[in-house]
């Protein structure tokens, strides 16, 4: 195969630290906002009629907690009010196109259907449309699919949606021109009924557990931002509806944990991993590592990483679990990513100790590519990657199936050329690609985790990666078409 691989690691916070980190300051500016009322003197000179396009959360458990609701739109003004079933609430002005404002946990007591509008006041203003808040949280129930036995499938999830809608990860979504990638169940998940929503419909389509990246300084860029709000949410939950879940630990600064820290960590981990529902290998619970290059660094040598992954399978031992089976990832800027050969990476990997090796992504194209290219390529890109395992057979690999490659909303450009480049998709395509990863795994029993007739470890990257165009949850552009493709190929004989 020519051309250039590159694999990029799943750590959005990483990558632009004096960019993100520059918006994130005028974001929590913003978002302090300014509280409007009704007054008259708060009126403007000229006023429309606004509009509202969406609505942040969407539903709620009946009798759940208070919670601020954004609503995005256009045409909001100082004078603006949220409007929730014609009570006016205390509303704050983000921007023309956001307001906010506090529901009290009381709305929540009763069934909806609940309306929510906004209100700009004076003789040029109005009412805008209505959007339906639900209440109850509805969930699906189970479907053909969420029986399936062709694959244990597992599809990592970024972990951070939880913010407000100003903070840096929405960049170029609800509130720029990719607003069709909003989630069916809204774009924060940082309340129960999302999580539960999102777990049920990933179960339906055939997905049996997801991988959580987890940030060991979770809160790190500002408090409301939890990093690690939708797995702290899914351990806590009574009902998984058939869902497993895993720690996918990313490295890098400023998450990286120190050799002081690391036993801090290691108790983290044992407790999630101490839950009947926490993924396991072999019998063992799992942790995803990415990458092994930063980890050698963290540790020092080959002997310290060895050492610190004995240290944690030890931990797990004395809670009574038999270890852990420990997965490392690579990619770039850690330096074991070569254009014709990945073997540096599986190299570091079995020096040091991990149980096998998987790979979060693995954007592919020629040099100096601008705009799109055809999912074919990064279809190639896949089977390089899976090629490169069996080429090096010495270490069990879990093949991952990326859905999609589109980082427009974010505008990351390529390490290398810095171009802008994206890839087209369709649902049978990413489908298609998906059977191809778990027929190389049916292909390579000898690189399998887990022997058969146990069903192949396979992932997909990513089950809502929003910003960088890779992610199958049903959306307002897409629907259920992604995963429905992949209940029907996963069910096909």
Request: hydrophobic content about 40%.
């Amino acid at each position: 195969m020519t051309g250039q691989v590159q694999i990029h690691v799943g750590t959005r916070t990483q990558r632009f630290p004096v960019a993100f980190l520059f918006f994130l300051s005028v974001a929590s500016l913003l978002a302090h906002g300014q509280p409007t009322g009704a007054s008259a003197t708060s009126v403007p000179d000229v006023n429309q009629v606004p509009r509202i396009d969406a609505l942040s959360p969407i539903s709620s458990m009946q009798g759940g907690r208070s919670f601020t609701l954004s609503v995005v739109g256009y045409n909001f003004t100082s004078a603006s009010t949220i409007q929730w079933n014609g009570n006016t609430l205390l509303t704050t002005l983000v921007s023309g196109n956001l307001v906010t404002a506090t529901v009290p946990a009381s709305d929540l007591s009763e069934a909806g259907p609940d309306l929510v509008t906004v209100l700009n006041p004076g003789p040029s203003g109005g009412a805008s449309n209505s959007l339906p808040f639900t209440v109850p949280c509805v969930i699906p129930p189970p479907s053909g699919a969420s029986n399936q036995t062709r694959s244990r499938l597992g599809a990592y999830y970024f972990d951070g949606w939880s913010g407000p809608l100003t903070n840096f990860h929405f960049q170029g979504l609800p509130l720029g021109p990719y607003q069709g990638r909003q989630p069916f169940s809204g774009w924060q998940d940082s309340n129960q009924c999302a999580i539960e929503q999102q777990l049920a419909t990933a179960h339906n389509f055939g997905i049996d557990f997801f991988v959580f990246d987890w940030y060991y300084r979770a809160r790190i860029n500002e408090p409301s931002d939890n990093l690690n709000s939708a797995l702290e949410i899914t351990h806590a939950l009574p009902d998984r509806h058939g869902m497993q879940y895993a720690i996918l630990y990313v490295d890098g600064p400023p998450f990286d944990i120190t050799a002081a820290e690391w036993p801090a960590a290691v108790k983290q981990w044992v407790d999630y991993m101490m839950d009947p529902a926490y993924l396991r290998v072999n019998g063992a619970p799992v942790l995803f590592i990415i990458d092994v290059g930063e980890m050698y660094q963290i540790f020092g040598s080959d002997v310290g990483v060895a050492h610190a992954l004995e240290e944690l399978r030890a931990a797990a031992q004395a809670q009574g679990l038999p270890g852990v089976y420990v997965v490392g990832g690579f990619g770039e800027p850690d330096g074991t990513l070569g254009q014709n050969t990945l073997a540096p990476g599986f190299s570091i990997a079995g020096a040091d100790g991990y149980d096998a090796v998987a790979l979060y992504n693995y954007p592919f194209a020629p040099p100096a590519v601008k705009g799109e290219l055809p999912f074919s390529k990064l279809s190639d890109a896949a089977h390089w990657t899976w090629d490169e395992a069996k080429r090096d057979n010495s270490i069990p690999f879990i093949p991952t199936a990326e859905a999609g490659w589109d980082p427009r909303p974010w505008h990351e450009v390529e390490p290398v050329t810095g171009d802008l480049m994206w890839y087209s998709r369709t649902p049978p395509e990413v489908a298609d690609l998906v059977r191809d990863a778990i027929n190389w795994a049916n292909s390579n029993p000898q690189l399998r985790p887990e022997p058969g007739p146990t069903p192949p470890l396979v992932l997909i990257e990513a089950w809502n990666e929003f910003g960088e165009g890779s992610h199958m949850v049903p959306t307002a552009d897409d629907g259920t078409n992604y995963g429905d493709a992949i209940a029907a190929m996963l069910l096909r004989k």
